[in-house]
């Protein structure tokens, strides 16, 4: 090969290469990069849903969801004062328990497809991360808001905070779930009832690799 034809040809093939990468494995470079990737996820989910079975979308969303969530700072933002007092082999646990939550959740809420659009249409920055505004649009053209709070991990852009109609924040209901919890059966009893949350939303989590 000619020397002045190499870089072209390195070229054509570095972009053939990224062009067949799957759309979860491109790294992400903005905040709405990172959403979509995961909608993507979900959408994969929602249309394969019956083929793949539970098992299948736990499968699919269980290395996503680390990936995309900061459950770290989901965590502690849910657990709120009590994580000061928590040692290390608890807070690992706990977080371990929510991050299996949340991929239960999603697993189940996004099962089947019916004609829904998952749309980005923008992001906002905030004093605490970025907003990134998307909406899910039923199959009769209804709007459902739902704005990702976006903040920066050492991996860039991951979902801190999730507001259902634009304004509700999950974290904050999770936030007295937890509270009421911790206060009656303290963190083992919050890591039990997460557990058994997560396994009544996923049955298939009991025997999915997320499960750690």
């Known amino acids: 090969m000619n020397k002045s034809t190499r870089p072209l040809s390195a070229l054509v093939f570095a972009f053939a290469l990224w062009a067949v990468m799957p759309p979860s494995t491109a790294a992400a470079s903005t905040a709405s990069d990172t959403v979509r990737g995961f909608y993507q996820t979900l959408l994969y989910n929602m249309q394969n849903g019956p083929s793949v079975g539970q098992q299948g979308r736990v499968a ?48 189940e809420r996004f099962d089947k497809y019916s004609g829904e659009r998952l749309e980005v249409i923008g992001e906002q920055p905030t004093s605490y991360g970025t907003m990134v505004k998307t909406q899910i649009v039923k199959a009769s053209g209804e709007p459902v808001t739902l704005n990702y ?58 025997g999915s690799s997320s499960g750690r």
């Not at 969530?69 to 040692?87: K, N, S």
């Not at 801190?160 to 634009?166: I, K, N, R, T």
Request: charged share 15%.
């Open 60 to 107: 699919r969303l269980a290395p996503v969801v680390p990936r995309v969530f900061d459950i770290p700072y989901m965590t502690q933002l849910a657990i709120g004062p009590a994580w000061a007092t928590l040692p290390d082999p608890q807070r690992r646990q706990v977080m371990q328990a929510f991050e299996r939550y949340v991929t239960a959740v999603y697993a």
């Open 149 to 206: 709070l976006m903040v920066n991990a050492s991996g860039g852009p991951q979902i801190g905070d999730v507001y259902l109609s634009g304004t509700i924040s999950e974290l904050a209901a999770r936030r007295a779930d937890f509270s009421s919890t911790l206060r009656t059966q303290g963190v083992p009893g919050l890591i039990a009832a997460l557990n058994n949350k997560a396994l009544t939303l996923a049955p298939a989590l009991s």
